[in-house]
């Protein structure tokens, strides 16, 4: 997730850097054509690469808006499993009989190698790599025979609970309280594989880029009778702020990619690390994830 910071310039240029040269090329291409044929080619007033460019910013603007709304909903998703998981253990300390702290503190530890497990899931990480310590053996091989890892570690949570259940240490009524917690869990899992698998229609930025080098191709013919000097740079730099936007709008609408611009998964995994720590009565809890410099991960 970007922050508040200064964003390095080189970042800004690797996003677009072979765009440049496509565009640099292109340019190019069309600048010596239009030269050479110039007695043939119709006469280009700059209303039409004009008109072009508005209708290359309409399209942005409604690309713009829909990905960040995916971005946002990811965002709120992750939201809703830091509350849903501060509530899942307050409801066991609150709810469970006293002298299960074992059993609590288990189920605990699972919940936040859950969160870290959804997290890596939605990367295409390996899930389980970095959770053996919250963890039992046992629960460890059971989920690595399941394709959804987090899925297994919330039905081993459901199975537990119906064990403390059937062994009279928690009333059906809490029981219920805490199941409908687990629900909104699985549906906020949910939720974040539905934005995961659903992509972005590519045809819509295929059309977004043909447009884009059609205005290439009209604004260098109606600027043909200029010097490649002066026409060159103008041409990159505005056909560079399209892509530019176009390259933001498609990293926002995949907020799952291990990009800087991507949900701050694993930093909100570790805030829920510490929160859960805290509320066993743990002293000896990690710190937050720190920034990587202009953005969190």
């Not at 690797?14 to 006469?43: C, G, M």
């Not at 939605?122 to 091989?141: H, M, N, S, T, Y």
Request: a positive charge; hydrophobic letters at 45%; charged letters at 20%.
């Amino acid at each position: 997730m970007l922050l508040n910071k200064k964003i390095p310039f080189a970042y800004i240029i690797n996003k677009v850097k072979y765009q440049i040269i496509y565009v640099t090329v292109f340019s190019l291409l069309v600048y010596f054509l239009a030269n050479r044929y110039q007695e043939i080619l119709p006469n280009i007033q700059l209303g039409v690469p004009a008109f072009i460019g508005t209708a290359i910013s309409i399209l942005l603007s409604f690309k713009l808006n829909q990905s960040y709304d995916r971005w946002w909903e990811a965002r709120k998703i992750w939201g809703s499993i830091v509350n849903d998981s501060r509530s899942f253990v307050i409801q066991l300390q609150s709810f469970i009989k006293p002298g299960n702290e074992a059993a609590i503190k288990k189920i605990a530890y699972r919940q936040i190698a859950w969160c870290y497990v959804l997290g890596d899931a939605l990367r295409g990480k390996d899930p389980l790599k970095d959770v053996r310590e919250f963890i039992a053996q046992k629960d460890f091989d059971s989920a690595e025979r399941h394709k959804n890892k987090a899925l297994a570690l919330l039905q081993m949570h459901a199975r537990d609970l119906v064990d403390l259940r059937k062994d009279t240490q928690i009333e059906i009524f809490y029981h219920t309280q805490i199941d409908s917690t687990l629900v909104r869990l699985c549906e906020s899992m949910g939720k974040a594989e539905r934005i995961k698998s659903t992509v972005f229609p590519l045809t819509y930025r295929l059309f977004l880029l043909f447009a884009i080098y059609l205005f290439i191709t009209t604004f260098t013919i109606s600027l043909s009778d200029f010097e490649l000097y002066f026409q060159l740079p103008l041409s990159l730099l505005i056909s560079l702020i399209f892509l530019l936007l176009e390259k933001s709008a498609r990293h926002m609408q995949d907020p799952f990619e291990n990009r800087p611009t991507d949900t701050a998964m694993t930093a909100t995994a570790r805030n829920i690390e510490i929160n859960i720590r805290q509320l066993l009565g743990e002293e000896n809890v990690p710190a937050p994830y720190p920034a990587q410099g202009y953005y969190l991960m």
